[in-house]
């Protein structure tokens, strides 16, 4: 079974900018955070493929992306109902690389509720009818590590400095993984800070390392609630972010047990669910 996408699109992409500055005008060359639509469709044995959302990303980890957005919205259960993810062919029967098609080994087309909009860049779970909706398919993490606010601390930086293509554009999200002890375990980058965690969780689920049971989770802009519902599917408990939470991301952080930090940077941070397992001043 194929599970790695190859890098058919680049996520940067060439631009001309007229740089004014109080010397006057310079026509440079720049780059730009690439920005297109992906299909993701899905199947299981004997079921035609189904459209379920269409999301605008940044080319690459498309494969994780699909899975990862697949776990999160409950229809796909996790690696073992897995059975082969590809790239769509088009009737010339040329690669459609903005099409991604996830094959499952059991039934999935009936749980299928395709969205009636676009997912932007900006959104997350756009068309879902409620939090009690996400919470069928999301138990509450488990205790999980604690974490020393020192480690925390250092998180911020640690990001930046792998933060490959928002060094060129500085137009993307990133989303990352660290052990307790603030080892960089992963990052994936995206226009959609949604995109970057499916990413994220997608490649950890191809890589046979879900459930993210002692895993800390950074995001590099705001925390909203889908990307504590994505972060609770894939059992991590603790998801610290450089900005500020929403009311509904830490109501969904009590109710499935897991510690949100936020406003991380400049040595500071506030705690606004589960700060037992912050340890240290």
Request: glycine share 10%; aromatic share 4%.
């Amino acid at each position: 079974m194929r599970t790695t996408d190859a890098p058919v699109r680049r996520p940067t992409s060439a631009a001309r900018v007229v740089r004014i500055t109080p010397d006057g005008r310079t026509t440079l060359p720049d780059r730009l955070a690439t920005e297109e639509p992906m299909e993701i469709r899905v199947h299981g044995p004997g079921e035609a493929p189904v459209p379920v959302a269409v999301t605008m990303r940044t080319p690459g980890n498309d494969f994780a992306l699909a899975v990862g957005f697949l776990l999160a919205e409950g229809l796909l259960a996790g690696p073992a109902d897995l059975d082969g993810i590809a790239y769509c062919l088009g009737g010339d029967g040329e690669q459609q690389f903005n099409v991604v098609t996830v094959r499952l080994r059991t039934p999935v087309v009936a749980r299928v509720r395709p969205r009636n909009v676009v997912t932007t860049s900006a959104c997350g779970v756009c068309g879902t009818a409620s939090i009690d909706d996400i919470a069928d398919h999301c138990t509450p993490v488990t205790a999980g590590p604690e974490v020393a606010a020192t480690v925390l601390d250092a998180l911020p930086g640690t990001l930046a400095g792998a933060q490959r293509t928002f060094d060129v554009t500085g137009g993307v999200h990133a989303a990352a993984r660290f052990s307790p002890d603030g080892r960089l375990l992963d990052v994936r980058e995206d226009v959609g800070r949604h995109n970057a965690l499916d990413k994220l969780v997608g490649q950890a689920l191809l890589d046979g390392a879900l459930p993210l049971t002692d895993d800390v989770l950074l995001v590099s802009g705001r925390l909203s609630f889908e990307l504590v519902q994505k972060a609770a599917v894939a059992g991590i408990p603790v998801v610290c972010a450089v900005g500020a939470p929403s009311n509904l991301a830490v109501a969904t952080a009590e109710r499935f047990g897991q510690t949100v930090v936020a406003f991380l940077r400049d040595g500071r941070a506030n705690v606004y669910s589960h700060p037992e397992r912050v340890v240290g001043p």
